[in-house]
Structure formats: C-alpha cells, structure tokens
C-alpha cells in the first residue's frame, strides 16, 4: 500500500488523484488522527468513496468507523461522499 507523508502534503492533493488507495490512505489518516484530530465523519466519507472506486479493505475500515458513529454523523458522511463523487 502506497504510503503518504502527512507533513506537508497537501490533502487536497492525494483527493484530487482519485486513486483508491490514496482515498483509502485518506480515510485512515482522519480514522487514526495522523493529521492532528480525528474525525469520523471525514474518514468514513473517503471510506466510502474508495470503496465505491473498488477498494475493498475500505469496506471493512467504512464499517469500523460507522459503529462509532451516530446516525446523523453517517448521513453527513454520505451525503459529503455523494458531493465529491457528483463533483469528481
């Protein structure tokens, strides 16, 4: 699995390629909070769109993180995961 340092690396940048692994590796960076803060809403949101792109380890991850989650923390990271697949 490809590896990214978070130190200066742009986010914005690993999304923008759209490859998988990298939505992936976005995932487990807010999941673990490797940027400085967790945030579930986010890690399931490019959970879910790695999985949607065929990554499947996602799937799994995306399920983790929903059992933390409450249902309108879910909605919200579906609804930011339909946002960027509509817009990428």
């Known amino acids: 699995m490809a590896r990214f340092e978070t130190a200066g690396v742009e986010f914005t940048e690993i999304a923008a390629s759209a ?5 992936y590796e976005l995932g487990l960076i807010y999941a673990t909070g490797r940027n400085g803060f967790t945030d579930l809403v986010a890690a399931h949101k490019w959970f879910n769109i790695a999985a949607y792109r065929g990554f499947e380890p996602a799937k799994h ?9 409450d249902r309108s923390q879910i909605a919200a990271a ?3 995961a339909r946002d960027w ?3 990428h």
């Open 19 to 23: 490859n998988a692994e990298g939505l």
């Open 78 to 80: 579906q609804r930011a």
């Open 61 to 69: 991850s995306r399920e983790e993180v929903a059992a933390e989650m």
């Open 85 to 87: 697949i509509t817009s």
